[in-house]
């Protein structure tokens, strides 16, 4: 079975993770780990943060872990943006991974690189060639791309990169997307693998849903689509459609935020677009069942899956979404949703107009998407091959 589900979280797990410094000490000097594994957990409830607690709480059933947790943000605002507290914690971090690995000369290291942002890599940097040399095995999981290209046009970057990331025992990926990534950085072996997620399913709805209801999930940041998705939504009033939208999810700055909320106004669509702010648990679970289908219109440079996207489709939800990486290894066109140019909000907005006034197909879409999840997504799948690569390590 997956990870124990619960109401609080945002993915249906449950908040046991929350360890202070000095239990992850303990849990250090206490057992022999396997797995040291350094990863951001929720807060922020971001897709690679639900994932890193999810594959926390999946490893720890087979195999002895210590988690020590970075939480360089606290929200998905303070992400990428430099505050004094965040070297206080990044030699925290640094601190707690040595100590671990020294515990356990055979131990592997877990740690997910982050993409092309000068902070993130920066912190990738120090942390890596620090704790490296400590681990008997180190695997990078690559929940976003970019960073080779970031490092490629820089080389007085290059050599210190190298030692950070170049010559990982395992790479996983989640799309060919950061092949290039973990290939640039001379992996030894490299594994595509999928995401898998527990979904906890809810029904709650009485009856049909009116008007139709369009539900995006995800941080409104203007890369993830969110002004697309504002455009889209006037387009649609144009169109004389009969609609509502709801975002559930965080600002990413205080400029999206502004924008969108501006052109709601000026397009007067303050009846048909609600910000419903960042939701967990059954909340975050009912705006699904409520949902009539779910939009993706991301066009972020380091997107590699889209987490929400299983979750729509768990929920047997059609999608309309960017032909973009992500999006366009998840959703099959024409199948279980329809896939439009990144940015093209007219494309975007016939398309879900197409499906609003088809419910057959709509309903079609919905149960294949449902099918492919169980069929390829579950978290029990992805485990079972997490985990197995994880002992090939050994």
Sequence with gaps: MGPVLGPNYGCGINMSWRNSDRDVAKMAASQSAQ????????????????L??????????????????????????????????????????IGRTVGALRKNRHAILYYPPA???????FRDLV????????????????????????????????????????????????????RRDAEYFDAREVTLLPCGLDVPIIRDRKGPVTPFRILYVGTHSARKGIRDLVETA??????????MVHCVGEWYSEED?????????QCRLEDRVVWRGNLVGDEKWREYDEASLFFFPTAHPGETFGLVLLEAMAYGLPIVA????????????????????????????????????????????????????????????????????IKGLE
């Design 35 to 50: 797995v040291v594994l350094v990863g951001q957990t929720p807060p922020p409830y971001g897709g690679q943060a639900i």
């Design 52 to 93: 890193i607690q999810a594959i926390l709480q999946g490893l720890q059933q087979a195999l002895s872990v210590v988690h020590v947790r970075m939480g360089f943000s606290d929200s998905m605002g303070h992400i990428a943006r430099f505050r004094l507290r965040k070297l206080g914690h990044l030699v925290g971090v």
């Design 115 to 121: 993409g092309a942002e000068w902070m993130a890599v």
């Design 127 to 178: 942390i890596l060639m620090v704790t490296r040399p400590f681990a008997h095995r180190t695997l990078l999981h690559f929940h976003t791309s970019g960073v080779a290209a970031f490092v490629a046009v820089r080389p007085w970057l290059r050599g210190l990169a190298r030692l950070a990331y170049g010559r990982a025992h395992l790479c996983i990926i989640q799309n060919e997307l950061s």
């Design 234 to 243: 006037d387009h649609l009033r144009n169109l004389g459609a009969d609609f």
């Design 257 to 265: 935020r502004s924008w969108c909320e501006t052109r709601v106004r």
């Design 322 to 389: 960017s032909r973009w990486p992500g999006p366009k290894d998840v959703v099959e066109h024409e199948v279980t949703g329809l896939l439009c140019p990144p940015g093209d909000t007219e494309s975007y907005a016939a398309a879900i107009l197409r499906l609003m006034r088809n419910a057959e197909v709509r309903q079609c879409m919905g149960s294949k998407g449902r099918d492919r999840y169980l069929a390829q997504y579950t978290f029990d799948q992805y485990m079972n091959s997490f985990t197995a690569a």
